[in-house]
């Protein structure tokens, strides 16, 4: 009988243990890459705030003594040339500006346009700098000068006043000479550690399938330059674009990377510069690495909640907010290395004091990272993916929300965590709302009667507004249309669901009950943040999400009433 019990156990023993051990094996890779602007620039806008309508420059000037203090510097310092205030060579093309004020030279047609009271001038990555007597620092791009001189820097009541006499580059950075012979360097204003910019990219691949998830600390980004990412790293790795998702952290404290064209001139393109030398480079590279970092993990998926948001609108009404807190979680088979990523919906705005308002920031998304990687008892790397955080604000300081966020988060790792297992697959799908704009007349007069109103941020606004409506019909390239694309990555019994544009609590909530027994995850700011996306509620009421932010995003119209239930009900038929 003993030897029969005994049998008995090994065999429920070594089923348990069989049971354990069938946990499915996922390749699992990640990685990071810097989003932090650096020397490719002498200035950027920041994203997010319109205000201060003169711009929001995370630029600062820092004293470096008197001109004869530094040798290399005072070398820098150009020379006029013969008949000219000031001549520069740049990749082989002779720059001159005369004692009128006018500068020649370049391949720039039409002509570089005058700037009144111009002093000096400097040439960086397809961008003229120049001072003209003032605090300010002018900025034009000489592939489009019709675009015209726009503010780069000026004095914000956070930074030293400097008049610059000349400026000057040396070794790669920005100099400023006043009339007292003070030296000033330009430098971007970096927030903390925990705040820096970041591509972070995570691969999972089950045997069948691959997909890829990307998180930028970024404000937004133009599908037309997503899709340009996506067919890279699908042709470099055979990878069907369906089958990435980049997600925006939505931070309101990074250079501007989307087209803002009702913004003031200086925020209406982004920083070609960032762009090209920094931004894309991050994201291929954080895609190759995490895509050739793959090892066997355990992948895992959670829920909890969180209190760090609250809804900022419809203040009258009931309204919504969904205190979800989701996180996956993959790691090693070996026990080496763990991967955390954490979805929740909350806008990255605060924090906007003084000088932070100036600085480049990860916003609470930082935070939140730092405070899970210095908890990991291995090595850690975590991810911020943003929810539908579009009327919803933060109710701390960035600080305290990181670190609520990841403790929230820590719980349920520690305590809610499922196993998943199960193949991986992905699909792309829109809906397409149509568009009702407004007839010439009408723009014509709205046109007018905010011209009337002068200067001022809103009125400015909505007369670009009504001049882009009106290119539109004059150039029959009225947009027909406003898609809002949706994309669905199944990871075993775990569905994520990424939907475009700024997307409001409402549409979390009514995709989860579509699955109520699933664990269903809803991302905003995926693959295109070109408007929000609102609800009934906020379209008739003419909130800011319903209305005001349509005019800041140049959409043609409003979206219809029943947008919420077309999403819903495009999702529920497909049932991907």
């Known amino acids: 009988m003993m030897r029969s019990l005994t049998g008995l156990f090994l065999v429920v023993l070594l089923a348990g243990s069989e049971l354990v051990n069938a946990q499915q094996v996922y390749q699992v890779g990640v990685a990071s890459e810097s989003l932090e602007p650096g020397e490719e620039s002498f200035s950027v806008p920041l994203s997010g705030y319109a205000a201060p309508w003169a711009g929001r420059f995370a630029f600062t000037w820092l004293p470096k003594g008197l001109r004869g203090s530094n040798s290399a510097i005072s070398r820098s310092i150009p020379k006029a040339g013969k008949g000219s205030v000031q001549t520069a060579v740049v990749d082989k093309v002779t720059y001159k500006l005369d004692s009128k004020g006018n500068i020649s030279g370049g391949k720039s047609k039409p002509s570089i346009p005058a700037l009144p009271g111009i002093t000096s001038f400097v040439v960086k990555s397809n961008y003229m700098y120049a001072a003209a007597g003032s605090d300010t620092l002018y900025r034009l791009h000489l592939a489009n000068p019709e675009r015209g001189w726009m503010r780069a820097a000026y004095s914000n009541g956070q930074i030293p006043r400097v ?44 045997e069948q399938s691959l997909v890829l998830l990307m998180c930028l600390d970024l404000c937004g980004f133009d599908g037309s330059f997503i899709n340009g990412i996506k067919k890279d790293i699908a042709k470099k790795h055979r990878l069907p674009e369906e089958a990435i998702l980049i997600n925006a952290s939505h931070t309101h404290f990074a250079p501007g990377t989307q087209k803002w064209l009702t913004w003031a001139p200086h925020n209406r393109y982004p920083d070609e510069a960032y762009m090209n030398k920094v931004v894309r480079p991050a994201m291929l590279k954080a895609a190759d690495r995490a895509l050739a970092s793959s090892a066997p993990s355990y992948v895992k998926v959670g829920r909890g909640i969180t209190a760090i948001g609250r809804n900022r609108s419809n203040g009258e009404l009931a309204t919504p907010y969904d205190n979800a807190v989701d996180v996956l979680t993959a790691e090693r088979t070996d026990g080496s290395e763990k991967t955390v990523m954490v979805l929740s919906g909350c806008h990255p705005v605060a924090g906007t004091t003084g000088v932070k308002h100036f600085t480049v920031s990860s916003n609470y998304p930082g935070f939140m990272r730092n405070a899970l990687e210095e908890a990991g008892k291995i090595k850690t790397t975590a991810l911020f993916m943003q929810g539908c955080a579009g009327d919803i604000n933060p109710v701390d300081e960035p600080e305290i929300t990181g670190a609520k966020l990841a403790a929230d988060a820590l719980k349920v790792i520690d305590s809610n965590m499922k196993p998943l297992s199960g193949p991986i697959s992905f699909h792309m799908d829109s809906v397409l709302a149509e568009t009702r704009p407004w007839s010439k007349d009408k723009l014509v007069e709205f046109r007018e009667a905010n011209r009337r109103l002068g200067a001022q941020m809103e009125p400015e606004r909505n007369v670009a507004w009504a001049d882009l409506m009106l290119s539109h019909l004059e ?35 009514a995709i989860k009950k579509l699955w109520p027994d699933k664990l269903v995850s809803v991302a905003g700011y995926c693959n295109d943040v070109s408007s929000y996306l609102p609800v009934e509620r906020h379209i008739k009421t003419r909130v800011y999400e319903g209305e005001g932010s349509c005019f800041w995003y140049g959409l043609p119209s409003l979206f219809p009433l029943d947008i919420l239930d077309r999403v819903v009900n495009r999702i529920s038929t497909k049932n991907y």
Do not use: C
């Open 163 to 206: 008049v610059p006499k000349q400026i000057f580059v040396s070794q790669g950075k920005l100099y400023a000479l006043t009339e007292s012979d003070s030296v000033f360097e330009a430098a971007v204003i970096h927030g903390k550690e925990p705040e820096q910019l970041f591509a972070r990219a995570l691969a999972l691949k089950s």
């Open 475 to 509: 150039q029959n390239t009225m947009p027909k249309s406003m898609p809002v694309y949706i994309q669905t990555i199944n990871i075993g019994e775990w569905k994520l669901i990424g939907l475009s544009r700024e997307v409001v609590t409402e549409y979390g909530l």
